[in-house]
């Protein structure tokens, strides 16, 4: 990520969004907005505030620097999917105890599932391995409500982050950089091949020539 690119920290955006009360939290922001890039939209502006409205029921222009912020986030997210060295994480407090961040997580999931579904392409479109990796992440959005949380411990929690951060890499690399690099090099074939094209019809005699 450049240095010129600051990425919202998680108590930043909390601290913004402290007016609107529990209404909404920077982890399911995060969230939805991975789960859009995932599904190949990256919004910003007017379009990021009709999503906040739409998913959230939040007006994001109600709080001074709240679409500024949403911005860098949203720019933020996508640099660190297109980096490779991994950098991507869910957006998590670091504050909290073992079982609220549990919950966190399963609700991080929650909306990061409810923003890829809204963009992504057609299911049938998907192949099994991603559609694998989605019900994965759908099975981990009721973690809160399905498992023990007296019985797991910390080292299997941080496995299932490091999982969910290469789920979100995968589909982001499946369904976003692989069309767009394939997008590209057809664009250069064609470009080369228009190139050829000139080239031979300098080379051609004029008409008159010809006979």
Same mark, same amino acid.
């Given at each position: @990520?450049?240095?010129?690119?600051? @990425?919202?920290?998680?108590?930043? =955006?909390d601290?913004v969004?402290?007016?609107?009360?529990?209404?909404?939290?920077?982890?399911?922001?995060?969230?939805i907005? +991975? !789960?859009?890039?995932?599904?190949?939209?990256? /919004?910003?502006?007017?379009?990021?505030?009709?999503? @906040?409205?739409?998913? %959230?029921?939040?007006? +994001?222009?109600?709080?001074? !620097?709240?679409?500024?912020?949403?911005?860098? =986030?949203s720019?933020?997210?996508?640099?660190?999917?297109?980096?490779?060295d991994?950098? %991507? @994480?869910?957006?998590?407090?670091?504050?909290?105890?073992?079982?609220?961040? +549990?919950?966190? =997580?399963?609700?991080w999931?929650?909306s990061? /599932?409810?923003?890829?579904?809204?963009?992504?392409?057609?299911?049938?479109?998907?192949?099994?391995?991603?559609?694998?990796?989605?019900?994965?992440?759908?099975?981990?959005?009721?973690?809160?409500?399905?498992?023990?949380?007296?019985?797991?411990?910390?080292?299997?929690?941080?496995e =299932? +982050?490091?999982?969910?951060?290469? &789920?979100?890499?995968?589909?982001?690399?499946e369904?976003?950089?692989?069309?767009?690099?394939? &997008?590209?090099?057809?664009?250069?074939?064609?470009?080369?091949? &228009?190139?050829?094209?000139?080239?031979a019809?300098?080379?051609?005699?004029?008409?008159?020539?010809?006979?």
């Open positions: @990520m450049s240095e010129e690119l600051h @990425m919202p920290t998680f108590d930043e =955006l601290q969004l402290a007016q609107y009360g529990d209404k909404v939290s920077p982890v399911e922001i995060h969230a907005l +991975v !789960g859009f890039q995932c599904g190949g939209s990256t /919004v910003f502006g007017e379009s990021l505030a009709c999503s @906040m409205q739409d998913a %959230f029921g939040l007006d +994001v222009y109600m709080a001074p !620097g709240l679409p500024s912020l949403l911005d860098q =986030l720019a933020g997210i996508e640099a660190s999917l297109q980096q490779d991994f950098t %991507f @994480m869910p957006m998590l407090p670091d504050d909290e105890d073992f079982e609220e961040q +549990v919950i966190l =997580l399963s609700r999931c929650e990061f /599932v409810n923003g890829f579904a809204s963009t992504c392409p057609e299911e049938e479109n998907l192949s099994e391995d991603i559609e694998g990796v989605v019900d994965d992440l759908m099975t981990f959005s009721r973690m809160r409500e399905e498992v023990d949380l007296s019985e797991q411990d910390e080292g299997s929690f941080v =299932l +982050v490091e999982y969910i951060k290469v &789920a979100v890499l995968m589909l982001y690399t369904l976003v950089l692989v069309p767009f690099r394939d &997008a590209e090099r057809e664009a250069e074939k064609a470009a080369q091949e &228009a190139e050829k094209n000139v080239a019809e300098k080379r051609m005699p004029p008409s008159g020539e010809l006979h």
